[in-house]
């Protein structure tokens, strides 16, 4: 069999939580890990999550998990029969791979699946590793410069511009912007096409992009790698007019790899994120 190049994206996100979150993190991590049942499977809004505590390396944690996808129902073989899956064995989906830094308080990761659901994943596996039923756990991307607090800094927004493969959109996070859900639902939009959007931004009832949503949709964009284009415009205190690119705002490591497998297997995806550690090895 004939390898296949794979090109990933590792993404950085700083994790908010409580003191005794990160002071019982590595206990936690080691019950589990070191337990005859490492794995655990949890149903979030009727998905089902596959979770591993798989491998510990002085201060890094490696998490593995694998996302149930529903999106496929029946399989076709060769001899003209057509069945259903037979999930009873496990989980069908896509995996996702995780390193915990509990130190910095940070979690690097990333997914050969939709793109777009990898934070969520990501706190869906560190809950699994906390004492505290109540704790919260907040991910948000890390920024690659200080500039881009500007947004959140400008008093008025005109509009946000972005190019964006309809491809990408086909399976969307739950807790993506309205906009990209309204954008993944529409049957007017081809497979695999790229889409180039100019949006006002208002604040009437009936506007697309508002001031308290034009945050969380760059957010989303601006870590979506079929995201070309990400721009937005607006005026700061004196009235004048600001262009704020966003299009590579945060801290990614990009890693080319070559395999025989259809996935990134366990091994290969804990040394790639220990590459991205160790290039980018931030102080959060």
């Given amino acids: ?86 999930i009873n064995q496990g989980i069908i989906g896509d995996p996702y791979y995780f390193c915990v830094i509990p130190e910095q308080k940070v979690v690097l990761g990333f997914t050969t699946g939709p793109i777009g659901s990898l934070k969520t994943v990501a706190s ?29 800094e400008l008093p008025e927004y005109n509009s946000l511009h972005f190019k964006i493969n309809s491809s990408s959109l086909v399976d969307v996070a739950d807790d993506a912007p309205t906009l990209i859900k309204n954008l993944s639902s529409a049957p007017y939009i081809e497979h695999n096409v790229q889409l180039a959007l100019d949006l006002e931004c208002s604040d009437e009832p009936d506007s697309i992009v508002t001031k308290d949503n034009i945050i969380e949709i760059v957010n989303y964009l601006s870590d979506n790698e079929s995201c070309t284009v990400l721009k937005v415009k607006g005026k700061n205190e004196d009235g ?13 490591y990009r890693s080319e790899l070559s395999t025989r497998n259809k996935y990134i297997d366990e091994s290969t995806a804990i040394k790639v994120l220990s590459s991205a550690w160790s290039e980018n090895p931030l102080t959060y």
């Avoid at 990933?8 to 002071?23: K, P, Q």
């Avoid at 019982?24 to 005859?36: D, G, I, T, V, Y």
């Avoid at 491998?55 to 001899?79: G, H, P």
């Avoid at 690119?245 to 990614?252: E, L, S």
């Fill in 1 to 86: 069999m004939s390898k296949t190049k794979k090109i990933v994206t590792v993404r950085f996100f700083s994790v908010d939580a409580s003191d005794a979150f990160f002071d019982n993190f590595s206990a936690n991590f080691l019950l589990s890990n070191e337990s005859s049942a490492n794995t655990r499977i949890v149903t979030i809004r009727n998905t089902k999550n596959f979770i591993k505590a798989a491998d510990k390396s002085t201060n890094q944690y490696f998490i593995t998990v694998v996302r149930e996808r529903n999106s496929w129902q029946a399989k076709a073989m060769r001899d003209g029969n057509i069945s259903g899956l037979a």
């Fill in 124 to 152: 869906i596996a560190l809950e699994q590793f906390k004492t505290l039923r109540t704790d919260k756990v907040t991910l948000s991307l890390i920024p690659k410069e200080k500039e881009f607090s500007k947004l959140l």
């Fill in 240 to 252: 004048q007019n600001i262009n704020l690119d966003f299009g590579n705002a945060f801290i990614n």
